[in-house]
């Protein structure tokens, strides 16, 4: 089973850029019909969609974060690395690095534990 590690920095300052990484075991980013997304969510709020990349590199931000956000990926660390750039205090929550699977008739879903980021001077 597909197995999703994320690693953050913790706590950033305002204005920063954060730099989060999922690490992928037990398979490959690039297996067609995965995708790999990055969820987060504020202190009591609901789970908020960034963006994902897919098995091919295709890659689509959420239109509200599209402006700060990067999504990449190193084929040879089989990781997914997510950036978040003028981070304000509304930034932080736990992110959660999240892969998909479609096979046609049934879609599978694979989450990491999340990592907390704090934005705070």
């Known amino acids: 089973q597909v197995q999703l590690q994320e690693s953050g920095p913790g706590l950033v300052k305002p204005s920063q850029t954060v730099s989060l990484t999922c690490a992928v075991s037990?398979?490959?980013?690039?297996?067609?019909?995965?995708?790999w997304s990055w969820i987060r969510q504020p202190p009591g709020k609901g789970l908020e969609w960034m963006g994902f990349?897919?098995?091919?590199?295709?890659?689509y931000f959420s239109p509200s974060l599209k402006s700060r956000t990067s999504i990449s990926r190193d084929t040879s660390k089989n990781q997914i690395t997510l950036q978040l750039s003028f981070v304000t205090p509304e930034d932080t929550a736990v992110y959660y690095c999240?892969?998909?699977?479609?096979?046609?008739?049934?879609?599978?879903?694979?989450w990491g534990q999340g990592t907390q980021v704090t934005v705070s001077s």
């Open positions: 999240a892969g998909h699977r479609w096979d046609g008739t049934t879609k599978t879903d694979y």
């Open positions: 037990e398979g490959s980013i690039t297996t067609k019909y995965y995708w």
């Open positions: 990349i897919d098995y091919s590199g295709y890659i």
